[in-house]
């Protein structure tokens, strides 16, 4: 079945520093790839996106690559801010004509970012 | 101006009890989700509906049963809670079940069953 993977977490940095965490991913057609973020005590939002092979999503400073021959989707930033301390999910969905698809969801990484 | 709401923000109830979460969205999307995140912040799929149809059930106890008496709005109730039914519930919305539409959560409802 499609799953990702997401890299372990806690993940620690002093403010400034540079983040990745990574993200791969396991599906049987072609999917979208999303990084979601959870900060404390609110809801999912949606960070960035990529539909196709090759696309790169950014937002507020993040980006990702879709790489499908690595099957990957890693999520960096140059320089973290205090303010960027959250729960990071990554996450599939299938483009497909057939049945409905829903998102897949990574186990999340939590990333504290200290001043 | 909320797009996704949910209510209640907290729910503490007792084990055996029936209670309900309800979710709404304002964004004109034909498209609602459930999904339940664990303590350990995994994020899982429970239900969707698509213009008031029930498209995606995955395997989720029957006495959990979801509701959407119109497009904007698909409430979850629970019978005869468990302690293993305290999660954090989220409810979601987009315009199609398809492809790449995106996905807009609500702040999610807490629930502890003591």
Known sequence: GDSVTQMEGPVTLSEEAFLTINCTYTATGYPSLFWYVQYPGEGLQLLLKATKADDKGSNKGFEATYRKETTSFHLEKGSVQVSDSAVYFCALILISSGSARQLTFGSGTQLTVLP | ?114
């Open chain 2, 1 to 114: 101006d909320t797009a996704v709401s949910q209510t209640p923000k907290y729910l503490v109830t007792q084990m055996g009890n029936d209670k309900s979460i309800k979710c709404e969205q304002n964004l004109g999307h034909d498209t609602m989700y459930w999904y339940k995140q664990d303590s350990k912040k995994f994020l899982k799929i429970m239900f969707s509906y698509n213009n008031k149809e029930l498209i995606i059930n995955e395997t989720v106890p029957n006495r959990f049963s979801p509701k959407s008496p119109d497009k904007a709005h698909l409430n979850l109730h629970i019978n005869s809670l468990e302690l293993g039914d305290s999660a954090v519930y989220f409810c979601a919305s987009s315009q199609g079940d398809r492809g790449t539409k995106t996905q807009y959560f609500g702040p999610g409802t807490r629930l502890l069953v003591l």
